[in-house]
C-alpha cells in the first residue's frame, strides 16, 4: 500500500465546506449572493438559534428547474461561467459552484424553488451532502434555501462556534453590508419571527445609510469620489471626530461585492492621518468600480479577497477622493462658518479688548500668522475673548465658534512643516550661540546615522565626542523654542523605530513633535490680533478642522443649539 490516498468524497465535502463556511455568516452570505444573482428584489432572512439552528433566505429571483436545482448541489456547478475566459470577466457574485455544495454537506438543506411560469416549483431535501428526496411542490415564483443543524456532522467545527447572540451579530453585519451596496432591494431579516432589520427599497442614499448605521452615524457622513480611468471610486466618510477603536465601521466593496483588502484598509486610514488619533479608524462606507477583467475576485473560495492589476491607481483613486473631502470640511461649512458670507462691517473688537502692547504672549521670531500691516477682513468673526486663556471664542453669523489655540496652532505648523519637506527641505535657522546635546551612546550611534535626515527637517546637528552633539540650526519656525526637549523628544521616536526604521515612512511622526512642540500652548494669552490671525490661518489650512493628533480644532455653537439650552426650542 502506498502513502497517497484519494480521499473519499464525503471527506472531499466536509473539506471544501470548512473553506466556504466559517459560520452562519458565511452560510447567509453565499445565499444572499445567489439570491441577488438571480434577480431578486424582495429578500428575506429568517434564523434561530443565532443561525445554528435554522437559516431560511427567500427571495422573489429567477428561481430554478428540477435538473438545475439538481446540479446546484453538485460541486463545481454554476451559471455563472462555461469558459476560461469567463473567470477574467466576472460580474456575478458567486460564480465558484461551490455554495450549495459545500452548505449541503455540512446542514440539513431543503431547497424550495419555482420559475415563472412553471406549473409547479420543486423542493429538494438534502443531509450531509446526500439528497434524500425531491418532488414537485406549490410555491411562488423564487427559491427558499432553508439550512438547518449547521456543522450536525462535524462536531469539532460545532464547538468553534460562538454564542448565538454572537452568530446574530455577524449575519446583521453581513446584512447591513449586503443592504448598504444594494439600496434596490428590500431586505428583511427575522430572528426568532421578530423582524430586527428592515430595509426598504432606497432611492437616495442617506435613508439607507442611517437603517445600516443609525441616525447619529448617517448625518456624519459625507460624499467623496474620484475617477481615474476605468476606476472609479465613491462613497461616504465620516467627520474626524466620528473614530470607533475597532475598524468595523470601514465597510470595503469592489463591485459591489463585499470584501476584506489591506490595500483598500490602508488607503482609507492613510487618507484620514493625521486626523484621527492613533488606534482609531473613521467610519467609511466605500465602492470600488473597475472593470472585471482588471480585478481577481477567485482569490478564495470565500470570496471575500480581491486582487487589482493595478493596485497602485486604485489606492491612490481612493485617498485622493476622500482627503479631498476631508479637505473642504463640509461639516464646518454646513454651520460653523457661516460668518464668512457675512460682508457686513462688523464692530472692531478693540474697544473690548487691551492693545496688542499689552499682550502677555507674542509670536517671538516666528514667522508671523499675520502682516501687520494687514487690517482684519470685514467679514472676520468678532473675537469675544478667551475662555482660560486657552479656548478662542468668536461671534458667528450663526452662534459661536470655539477654538482650541493649541490644537489650531498645531494643525498650522504641521502644514507649514509638510508643504517645505515637499519642496526638499524645511526651512533652518542658524543659532548665533549653539548648544550642546547629550544623549546615551545607544542613542548618540542612531542619531549619527540620521543626521542628514534631520538636516532635512531643519536641524543642524554636529558630533561633539561620543555621545554630545552640537545644535547649530533649528527650523525657523521654531526658532526662539528650547531645541533640547524637542531633539530628546525626536531621538526617542527615532530610536523606537528599531533596526529597519524607514525615515521616508516616518517623517510623519517626527512632524507631528515638532508642531506640538512648537505650538502656542494653553494657557497663554491672546491679543484679539493674535486670535483671529490664528483663526484666519487655520482657515488656509487643508485639514482645519483636527489637530494632528484627531483633536477638533474647532467647535460650533449654532443659534438653534443655543436657544435649546435656553429653553427657547
Known sequence: MGKIKTLPPELISKIAAGEVVERPASVVKELLENALDAQAKEIK??????????????????????????????????????????????????????????????????????????????????????IKNSEEIGSPKGTTVEVRDLFFNMPARWKFLKSANTELSHIGELISKIALANPEVHLQFFHEGRLLNNYPVREEPYPRLAEALGNEVAKKLYPFSANNGEIKVHGFASQPDLNWPQARGIYLFVNKRPVRDRLLLHAVMEAYRNLIPRDRYPIVILF???????????????????????????HFSIITGIKEMLGQAPWLKKEALAWRELKEIRETSEKYFSSPQESAYYFPQQEKLYEESEEPSL???????????????????????????????????????????????????????????????????????????????????????????????????????????????????????????????????????????????????????????????????????????GRPTMINISLSELEKMFGRK
Open 288 to 314: 470600488v468600480e473597475v472593470p472585471p477583467a482588471l480585478v481577481d475576485v477567485n482569490v478564495h473560495p470565500s470570496k471575500w479577497e480581491v486582487k487589482f492589476a493595478d493596485q497602485q491607481a486604485v
Open 379 to 549: 467679514s472676520s468673526p468678532p473675537f469675544l475673548g478667551q475662555i482660560a486663556n486657552t479656548y478662542l471664542v468668536f461671534a458667528s453669523g450663526d452662534g459661536l465658534i470655539l477654538l482650541d489655540q493649541h490644537a489650531a496652532h498645531e494643525r498650522i505648523l504641521l502644514e507649514k512643516f509638510q508643504e517645505e519637506l515637499f519642496q526638499g527641505r524645511i526651512k533652518s535657522q542658524p543659532l548665533l550661540f549653539p548648544e550642546i546635546l547629550e544623549v546615551t551612546p545607544a542613542q548618540a550611534k542612531i542619531l549619527e546615522g540620521f543626521i542628514v535626515e534631520l538636516e532635512k527637517l531643519g536641524f543642524e546637528l554636529q558630533p561633539s565626542g561620543e555621545r554630545s552633539f552640537w545644535v547649530k540650526g533649528v527650523p525657523a519656525i521654531l526658532i526662539g523654542k528650547d531645541p533640547i526637549p524637542l531633539l530628546t523628544e525626536i531621538i526617542q521616536e527615532i530610536s523606537s523605530w528599531g533596526k529597519h526604521g524607514n525615515t521616508q515612512m516616518s517623517y510623519d511622526p517626527l512632524l507631528k513633535i515638532m508642531a506640538c512642540r512648537g505650538a502656542i500652548q494653553a494657557a497663554q494669552p491672546l491679543t484679539p490680533e493674535e486670535a483671529l490671525a490664528l483663526l484666519g490661518e487655520l482657515q488656509k489650512c487643508s485639514f482645519s478642522s483636527n489637530c494632528p493628533h
Open 45 to 130: 432572512v429568517e434564523v434561530q438559534g443565532g443561525g445554528k439552528k435554522l437559516i431560511r433566505v427567500i427571495d422573489d429571483g429567477e428561481g430554478m428547474s428540477l435538473d438545475d436545482a439538481l446540479l446546484a448541489l453538485q460541486r463545481y456547478s454554476t451559471s455563472k461561467i462555461a469558459k476560461e475566459e469567463d473567470l477574467f470577466a466576472i460580474e456575478t457574485f458567486g460564480f465558484r459552484g461551490e455554495a450549495l455544495a459545500a452548505i449541503a454537506g455540512v446542514a440539513r438543506l431543503k431547497i424550495i424553488t419555482k420559475r415563472e411560469g412553471d406549473l409547479a416549483g420543486v423542493a429538494i431535501t438534502v443531509e450531509g451532502g446526500e
